[in-house]
């Protein structure tokens, strides 16, 4: 009877420990139930980078896949907590793969404390939205635009913090 408790104790934490919303980071699990990516289409993106109002807006595009965006994600993070106050909003938008948001995605956002607005592009109409987005955008990654309704400057290359806040200075001038 005693090795048969043990048996079911052990069933019940196994079956507990598996939960949705619950990542592993060696032997550390990463609570991600709270986080929430929304889908866009580029019609449903396109007003968030034509906003006309007092605001700055950093918009980056990235991927976890792409090791250049993972490695200057830190100064957007550092970018979106310095200067919130400054009416300055920084939007993460995500090319990965629709079908590994859950798995890839949100778990990144989770082991990296994300803490700006992340949302996912998902459009298989590339070829018209990147034009779109700037003539000038082969499609590579990271991207970044920085606008307000004065001004708006494109970037296809790494940001590092530096360079985006001189870039960043120009438009609070």
């Not at 803490?115 to 082969?138: G, H, P, Q």
Request: aromatic share 10%; hydrophobic share 40%; charged share 30%.
């Amino acid at each position: 009877m005693k090795l048969k408790s043990i048996f079911l104790c052990l069933i019940f934490l196994g079956l507990i420990s598996c939960k949705k919303g619950a990542v592993e980071k060696g032997k550390i699990k990463i609570d991600t139930s709270h986080i929430t990516v929304k889908s866009y289409s580029y019609n449903e993106l396109k007003p968030l980078l034509e906003k006309k109002n007092d605001s700055i807006y950093v918009i980056n595009f990235w991927a976890t896949w792409c090791a250049p965006c993972v490695k200057e994600l830190p100064a957007f993070e550092k970018l979106n907590k310095e200067y919130a106050s400054k009416k300055v909003t920084v939007l993460l938008v995500s090319l990965d793969f629709p079908k590994q948001v859950e798995k890839k995605l949100i778990p990144f956002i989770a082991r990296k404390n994300v803490r700006s607005k992340v949302i996912l592009l998902d459009d298989i109409n590339e070829d018209v939205w990147i034009k779109a987005i700037d003539s000038s955008w082969s499609g590579a990654i990271p991207a970044t635009i920085i606008y307000n309704k004065e001004s708006r400057k494109f970037y296809e290359k790494t940001l590092d913090y530096e360079t985006l806040e001189k870039e960043l200075q120009t438009f609070l001038k």
